[in-house]
């Protein structure tokens, strides 16, 4: 189905009616951030970015396209696994014993708006991770089922995107509830669940001819084609096999170990649990907070840092993400975004550490 470019305000107007605040792209400290939004107006229209390994940067292209960008720092992460959350507080009460309250879980109806297929893969594996195992996360739990996805198919990808070669993009497969493609007047729609459909059944949409088909098969042709890719080898078996090489100290010379990567990346949950006391000794929160395998309080236990260098925290990332996230979700942990290439400080592309360390003779 398809529909006019003119029918997104009543789109946004008809999810805030059923309750949903909506969270959309917009431009923000020179890059495109997910806020709140009431208005389209509000949306990134006109603008693409440029992305390298170690630069970001928005520029006008003077065209009308809302979404003619591949991605900003965020995924839908931060939504759903906050940076810092308090879970529960601890008070004396006055007969000495201590009593906890937990938070309140959250029930507000969040409809994200601009998700890419690289975003909707990472949010499969958050699933995963967070919801099917021995302990649900109940706070990721409740923020996910208020969670309405409307996606965008990927138009113009980023240099430093590489979701064609990890099978995560450009076009999204499932995962989403309505997915999006922006053609030059207006938009194929297309609704992936039920919750979807009720969303459809609102909007005024016309059949999509064969034109508005065949340009839409032509987008998702040239966002494949992307300057990125990953080894074509056994890259979970060759890493393992890998781990005295030389490559990783040649890498660990650059690496900041300043965590970026981790930060930025979709998939990435590691997390530290902070006691927060008030000084009158009296109560005390608790906090969990991102965390990343890079810092040096990451492996500390029992009195050591077990990762005591960046080569062996830059190991622990990498076959982390490409070899033991296999066997933990049965896929690998990277869905080709590009962001810890584009957000490194100084320009390691993952990419290319994993060709070095797998393609070494
Ligand atoms: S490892 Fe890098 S490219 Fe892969 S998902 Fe994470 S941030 Fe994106
Ligand atoms: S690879 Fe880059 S972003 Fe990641 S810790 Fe090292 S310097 Fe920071």
Redesign the pocket.
Known sequence: MFFQTDQLQHLLDNLQAKGYACIAPQVRHETIIYDEITSVVQLPQGINDQQQPGSYSLSANNGSKYFDWANGPQAIKPLLFAPTEMLWSSTRNADGNISFSAVEKSEKKLAIIGARACDIAALKIHDLHFLQQQFVDPYYQARRENLLIIAVNCSHPADTCFCYSTGDGPFVKDGGDIVLTELQHGFLIAAQTEQGENVLSKLVLQESTAEQCAESERIKSNASKQNRQLPKLDVKSRLFDELDSETWHT?AE?????????SVCPTCFCHSENEVPELDGKSSSHYREWD?C?GQGHSYIHGITIRNG?SL??RQ?LTHKFSSWIDQYGRSGCVGCGR?IT????A?D?TESVAQIVEAP
């Open positions: 890498i650059k690496c900041l170990s300043c965590g970026n990567c981790t990343s890079f960046t925290r830059y990332w810890c957000w490194c400080p100084v390691i993952v």
